[in-house]
């Protein structure tokens, strides 16, 4: 049996409509709502100029395994946030910024990025540990889909 929890997952950034399709084909395995609870994700929900809020209960492991790899292959930034479950993994938000790697950052279940003792020690600093919080909250950008096929392809 697989743990599940809650997780939400916020897109965006400029991508061609090809990467569009791929990223709507994963949304939809991923059974993603604009709410929760809610009805699977309709392309009618997408707002222009806004990034993409998606939302699932019972998430294998808190991840949304193939969006998220579809996203870091494409250049496409998002946030990703899910609860901890029991002593398994703790609450986490993982931001990728559209390159580089995704950074995985420890949340509270009010869902703000923490440090611990042992965090504050191996950045040591405090402008080092104000960096590290900024990062983790990273916004994303609005989701646009260009008419050009040439980007993030």
Same mark, same amino acid.
Request: hydrophobic share 40%; charged share 25%.
């Given at each position: 049996?697989?743990? @599940?929890?809650?997780?939400? #997952? +916020?897109?965006?950034?400029? #991508?061609?409509?090809?990467?569009?399709?791929?990223?709507?084909?994963?949304?939809? !395995?991923?059974?993603?709502? +604009? !709410?929760?609870?809610?009805?699977?994700?309709?392309?009618a929900e997408r707002i222009d100029g806004q990034a993409l809020e998606l939302c699932a209960e019972?998430?294998?492991?808190? @991840?949304?395994?193939?969006?998220?790899?579809?996203?870091?292959?494409?250049?496409?930034?998002?946030?990703?946030?899910?609860?901890?479950?029991?002593?398994?993994?703790?609450?986490?938000?993982?931001?990728?910024?559209? +390159?580089?790697?995704?950074?995985?950052?420890? #949340?509270?279940?009010?869902?703000?990025?923490?440090?611990? @003792?042992?965090? #504050?020690?191996?950045?040591?600093?405090?402008?080092?540990?104000?960096?590290?919080? !900024?990062?983790? !909250?990273?916004?994303?950008?609005?989701?646009?889909?260009?008419?050009?096929?040439?980007?993030?392809?």
């Open positions: 049996m697989v743990d @599940r929890v809650s997780a939400w #997952i +916020t897109l965006g950034g400029s #991508i061609n409509p090809a990467v569009w399709a791929n990223l709507k084909t994963a949304i939809a !395995d991923e059974g993603l709502s +604009t !709410d929760w609870g809610g009805e699977p994700f309709d392309e019972e998430v294998a492991y808190g @991840r949304f395994t193939k969006l998220e790899e579809l996203c870091h292959r494409h250049g496409v930034p998002f946030v990703r946030s899910c609860n901890g479950y029991d002593s398994q993994w703790g609450a986490e938000r993982v931001v990728f910024t559209g +390159t580089g790697e995704p950074v995985t950052f420890p #949340i509270g279940n009010d869902g703000n990025p923490y440090v611990d @003792r042992t965090k #504050i020690a191996e950045l040591g600093s405090l402008e080092a540990v104000e960096t590290y919080l !900024d990062a983790a !909250d990273f916004a994303v950008p609005p989701l646009v889909v260009t008419a050009e096929e040439a980007s993030h392809d």
